[in-house]
């Protein structure tokens, strides 16, 4: 089997409901590590359908069902060193381009449990302190200005 390197382009995708409770995954590398979904883009795949593929792995959710968002947002930042050997050789920065989905309401999910222990669902300010990634928070520090709570 050949082995092939992540692509240094990956995916944000704050899922929330429409009163912006925020679902947050633990990750089952890092429990007690929580997050909005994340992924990198496979090789051919814009940005949207790894946002789709990666809601769908990590949730179960068909975010082709809801309103998938590109919030023209993007991060870069420095890969952890323990996840640099996912990459090619010398490759230490990835660039992280964020979405939202919009639910009518929180939902209950079916976690991957390979990559998720758990997940839970909080008010925005809350999830944004809860978060162990600089720029998941500063994604849903954006979330007030983006979605009007109904």
Known sequence: MVKTHKIPVS????????????????????PGYWQSVTGSCDPGEN???????????????DAEKYTLTDWNLQFEFEIFEEWRHRYAPGVTRNTEH??????????????EPREHLNFQWLP???????????TNAAALEKLPGIVKVV
């Open 11 to 30: 995916v944000l995708v704050v899922i929330y409901a429409s009163d912006q409770q925020v679902l947050l995954l633990e990750r089952a590398d890092h």
């Open 47 to 61: 940005l949207r359908q790894t946002a789709v593929r990666e809601v769908r792995e990590e949730t179960g959710l």
């Open 98 to 111: 964020v979405f939202g989905l919009e639910l009518p309401q929180p939902f209950p999910v079916t976690l």
């Open 124 to 134: 925005c300010g809350e999830a944004e302190k809860k978060v162990f990634s600089w």
